[in-house]
């Protein structure tokens, strides 16, 4: 697959051990910088701990176009879902990844982020679960959860 | 939140004109089977509103037999497929065997539940023999030229079968594996429509168009002898044995259905369906069973109209009939009582051939709506103070007295095809507004035409609170907002209010609009599965994006309903899917997945209330109508 050239910052790999060892944050949210050269740490879940703050960003993320102007952007994120069984047998957690594309975004956009995402999933060892948000709806927690847990989860 | 399935109120059987309904009884006599659309659905006899639901097949189905064991149903469609699946929950596939190129028409098991026949219109042949569960051959069918319309097998042993044709003959089969045997030619005079082995074997009878009833000996084959010559006025349809091998029961298009004595050839008992004197197509009887394992000597047949018909000896006319659409269900109403007031949950659906059927949701029972329907597809209903209204793709506005459930007489003819119907009131006064497709006509509650207001766009759905109407346009994702005012009976004046744009680039035009019962909130579902709140206050002008998160449809959203709380929502679209919503918590939602078969067309939430749970009532493209409990609302 063709990759695109852009590096991971080390930020975003020190975050992200916060995120899967120290469990310091409940997500992280990274973006590309605007010369689209760098994938940095955009925010964390230290402002705003609820999943409807982090649904609020990725719906509000914004990208510059060519000519400089603000349109609606891709992001990437990693959010460490929690979800009870539905079989009653406890409860799990997956680091997933969230690759938000929103298909109102610009074009150019999304296809830096298309071609940038294996860079940052191989930086970030042990994701449990990868999921492709083209929509408001893939980023509802019920989907979410739902397509996370392949269906195993509590309603 | 959770969404569950408490009741089917089934289709009626798909019936064709000139040809069999094929009917089957599970042994034990509790439960019958029938194709209906895509679906074959399985229903307690005593209760029709306990159903079963298969949807396992992906073309229009034909015919259903329970196995002797009752175990398994096996299926088949037009296609030529064969499907043997769980007569129990009617989810688990055994297996899928394409047997010919056309469509089944009939299919028999042995009395092992091992062996299956299914015969019907095909190419190369009409009809094979396999094994149920590994779809092995275990012979063939041949000696037909022509499509093959019933099979029968002999329970016993030896094993025989017997095969009808359009070719008039009648070819018998030995088994295992089944081959040809012998023919029975020059007998029926037409069509060989039915064939039937008696319970203990001993006997053949066939039936046809040529209202012949011959018949021949289980274990030879040979003709033995015809009985009731010229009885029957029209082509026999069915046949079906009585358990104790004495007695058969015959349907035919004389609309009556008759039992004989197979020893004396005696008609011992006939049933007419229909008018006294005078002739009706839709009476015609075009199956029958006799369910075996019951004390109570009831015989069910189908009418060509679709309606299912108790038969019992001792009354000439059936003593129950249950009801339903054999169509794709296309629009579903509520009674304004039943909404409002908490009266008797009772919702009026309509279907592609324009038949209306009115169900009491809390007993699960249909009767189709009597007089003058629709000739064409039921496109709205909407109610007011004791009637409903509806519209149709015959251009007309008909009533129906709720109290009656029948039309009145008056069907004003619209000026153009119309998209939906409301009632909205100025003055204290009903109004019936139809959108069509340039204008919006008022009608007074008595069918008059008081005005045609025409519009600046194509309208694609109404809908109306108080003197406040919404109307969506399809070529836009706009609503338009209009007020209608007048105190005067005979001339209210519709005025533009405002119209509510869309911001979004992606979204597409609107498909339905509805009201929240306090008017506060109104929903517009879109081409493409959004479904966008609008907040306002009822007289004033503003309105604002309440919520866009309703958005789990993957395809055009056909209806919305609220609760009468205003506080949820429930919806279906053309992805057949039915989703309840939140207003407070547009995150929690609940799906009820392929809910109908071709997509839900109508959803509406039933006054019936207890300890928490709601219900709610969804009908779509399979013709049935489902009835949800959803509970734990939040």
Known sequence: ?155 | MSIELEKILAAAPATTRGQPTQLSCDSKGQRIAYASGKSIFLRNIDDPSICKQYTGHTATTTVAKFSPSGFWVASGDVTGKVRVWDAVEAVNTKGEYAIISGRITDIAWDGDSQRVIAVGDGRERYGHCFTADSGNSVGEVSGHSKIVNAVAIRQQRPLRAATVSDDSTMCFLHGAPFKFNSKAAGLHKGFVMGAAFSPDGSTLVTVGADRRIQLYDGKTGEPTKQIGEGVHTGSIFAVSWAQDSKRFVTASADQTVRVWDAESGENLHTWRVGEEGSVNVDDQQVGVVWPHGRSDGLIISVSLSGDINYLREGSDKPFRVIQGHNKTVTALGVGSESVNSGGPPTITTGSFDGRVVSWDVSTGEGSVVEGQSHSNQVTHFTSSSGQTFSVGWDDTLRTIQDSTRQFLSTSPKLPSQPKGIATATSGGRPFIITALTDSLAIYSPTGDLLTNHPTTFPPSSIAAHGSLIAVGASNAPSIHLFTLSGSSPTNPTLTFSTTIESTSPTLSHISTLSFSPQGTHLAAGTASGKILVYQGTPGAGTWTLATDRWSAHTARVLDIAWNPAGTHAVSGGLDTHVHVWSLAKPGTRVRAANAHKDGVTGVAWVGMKEAGEERVVSAGGDAAVKVWKVSALQ
Request: with cysteine.
């Open chain 1, 1 to 155: 697959m063709s990759q695109s050239g852009a590096t991971v910052n080390q930020e975003c790999v020190t975050a992200y051990n916060d995120l899967k060892l120290n469990k310091k944050y409940k997500y992280v949210i990274f973006k590309l910088s605007d010369d689209n050269k760098e994938i940095v740490v955009e925010s964390t879940s230290e402002d705003g701990p609820e999943y409807d703050d982090f649904r609020e960003k990725l719906l509000n993320a914004q990208s510059k176009t060519k000519t400089g102007a603000l349109s609606k952007g891709p992001r990437y994120a990693v959010y460490d879902v929690q979800y009870d069984l539905a079989s009653g047998e406890g409860t799990r957690n997956k680091i997933t990844f969230i690759a938000w594309s929103p298909d109102d975004a610009g074009i150019l956009a999304k296809m830096v982020y298309a071609s940038s995402k294996e860079a940052l999933k191989r930086a970030l060892p042990g994701l449990a679960a990868e999921v492709q948000a083209n929509d408001s709806d893939d980023i509802e927690w019920s989907s979410l959860v739902k397509t996370v847990s392949k269906g195993t989860a509590a309603v």
